[in-house]
């Protein structure tokens, strides 16, 4: 046996059985881009797998954008932005998420998961203290890891609890940073970001936001979680990811110049990292633009979200708190949410199976991801789909 594998055998083990039971449904083969009907494993399915909720990535003025710098910058720049330079087009990028967020400037990351290692380990470090909603993502927890700060956690959206954190540590840590996703990736439900504003600033404490499933989705024109409640822009550092509403990658940070210069120099994610190739740039930005200038979209996309939610509760489903495109339904069980998962694949709906260590034990759940370009044909084919295959397992 070699060395490595006596660490590995457990979770090998599991594996094995898995895959050996027919029920994996990870990583499928898939022939397709990303629209609303997905080839996956040779055959087209409702796409419900996706976090692409606004349908971009096939758009054909975003793919005009890639092909055209394609032919101009070719496939990639060669490096990380700080040794080979920073193309017009990721500082475009960056100007614009500044605009977008209120803030001096913005870094461009190579994806959003090193863009949030990057933006907590730029704000707290050793002797530090980041307190993080218990929800977090996991880039979140690396970004305390990587940092080396003390890591506390606060009860999922409670502010009751987050007061009483920061009343606990006050005085322990003059950095203190509090650490919330806009749009929680698993449950769909929405950081309170004005009640925590009245905790955390009189207190000095700086909140960093993960806006990886609010930007360009949340708020009136997509401007995210701040517009969605209607604030002018605060003290708030900003992170997020460009592989949600553009289904493309990259990820940023956003806030002042001299952190965001700070970043360009000293983030390890960031310095030692090739940067995202100009033609996804373009195409990212192109995405932008569409957003701007057809906002038929975003009105569609809220329209499918509705349909669905309502859907599925008057079916009789429990989609937790979720008010946005990413939908939990909640089954709590590991072995039905496999089985249930394959059996909607089979029947042509794409989904994703969430269970533990993803998501706390008894809270599996198969996740869905609306799209702004499914159909109401389509929608109703999903809805129909569950509610026979939910009766098979007694779900409903
Ligand atoms: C809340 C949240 N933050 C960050 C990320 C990382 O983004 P990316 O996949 O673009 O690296 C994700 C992606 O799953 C996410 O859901």
């Avoid at 005009?64 to 720049?77: D, F, Q, T």
């Avoid at 694949?345 to 370009?373: F, W």
């Amino acid at each position: 046996m070699k060395p490595y594998m006596k660490r590995l055998e457990q979770q090998m083990g599991l594996l094995k059985m898995l895959r050996a039971s027919g029920l994996h449904t990870y990583g499928l083969d898939v022939s397709s881009g990303c629209q609303a009907l997905m080839r996956a494993e040779g055959k087209d399915r409702i796409n419900f797998i996706s976090n692409s909720y606004m349908g971009f990535s096939t758009h054909p003025r975003v793919l005009e954008a890639v092909s055209n710098a394609v032919k101009e910058y070719g496939l990639g720049i060669g490096g990380s932005p700080m040794a080979c330079g920073n193309t017009v087009l990721h500082q475009k990028l960056s100007r614009l998420l500044a605009e977008n967020y209120g803030k001096q400037a913005a870094l461009i990351y190579p994806s959003g998961y090193q863009a949030l290692l990057g933006a907590v380990q730029g704000l707290v470090g050793r002797g530090d203290m980041a307190m993080v909603d218990a929800l977090s993502h996991r880039s979140i927890i690396d970004g305390c890891i990587l940092s080396g700060c003390k890591t506390r956690s606060w009860k999922h959206n409670d502010t009751e609890d987050l007061k009483a954190l920061i009343e606990r540590t006050e005085g322990k840590t003059e950095n203190r940073l509090v650490v919330v996703d806009s749009v929680y990736s698993m449950d769909g439900d929405l950081a309170p970001l004005p009640q925590m504003r009245e905790i955390c600033d009189p207190a000095k404490v700086t909140i960093l936001i993960d806006e990886a499933h609010s930007l360009g989705i949340m708020g009136k024109t997509g401007k995210g979680l701040l517009e969605h409640f209607d604030l002018v822009p605060g003290n708030e550092v900003v992170a997020g990811t460009f592989s949600k509403f553009a289904g493309a990658v990259g990820g940023f940070v956003a806030g002042d110049e001299d952190l965001i210069e700070y970043l360009f120099h000293y983030s390890s994610p960031f310095v030692f990292s090739a940067s995202i190739p100009p033609a996804v740039v373009a195409g990212i930005l192109a995405s932008f633009d569409v957003l701007q200038s057809e906002p038929q979209w975003h009105e569609q996309l809220w329209e499918n979200v509705h349909f669905i939610l309502d859907g599925l509760k008057s079916l009789g489903f429990d989609t937790g708190n979720s008010s946005s495109p990413v939908i939990p339904v909640m089954i709590r069980d590991t072995e039905k949410v496999l089985r249930m998962n394959r059996r909607l694949l089979d029947e042509g709906v794409y989904a994703s199976p969430v269970v533990h260590p993803g998501v706390p034990l008894k809270k599996e759940r198969i996740r869905l991801g609306v799209m702004a370009t499914h159909t109401q044909e389509q929608l109703q084919r999903a809805l129909d789909i569950l509610e026979k295959v939910g009766k098979e397992f007694d779900v409903i």
